[in-house]
């Protein structure tokens, strides 16, 4: 469906088709997508970074980094720690 598809489809739901709230619900519509799109770890966008350890326990993230969905150290995943028992 496109937007304007879409935004017809609502506007029969809720009876209203005038222009002004068809231009709306086209841009509530494209919102809505681009807020789902932003949200989800597509499998295209997900990829795999490799970092050494050293002594410090400290790991700065590559700048391609943006969200970490999980960690591994010697072929186990490290289990989330929260913020107050680090």
Known sequence: MTLSEIAQ???EKVGKTDSDTL???QKAASL????????????ETVTSSTYSVGTNRTITLGTNVETPLSVSYDQAE????DLATI
């Open 9 to 11: 489809y609502a506007g």
């Open 23 to 25: 231009v709306f619900l």
């Open 32 to 43: 809505a997508y681009r807020r789902v799109w932003n949200f989800a770890p597509w499998r």
């Open 78 to 81: 490290v289990e989330p720690i």
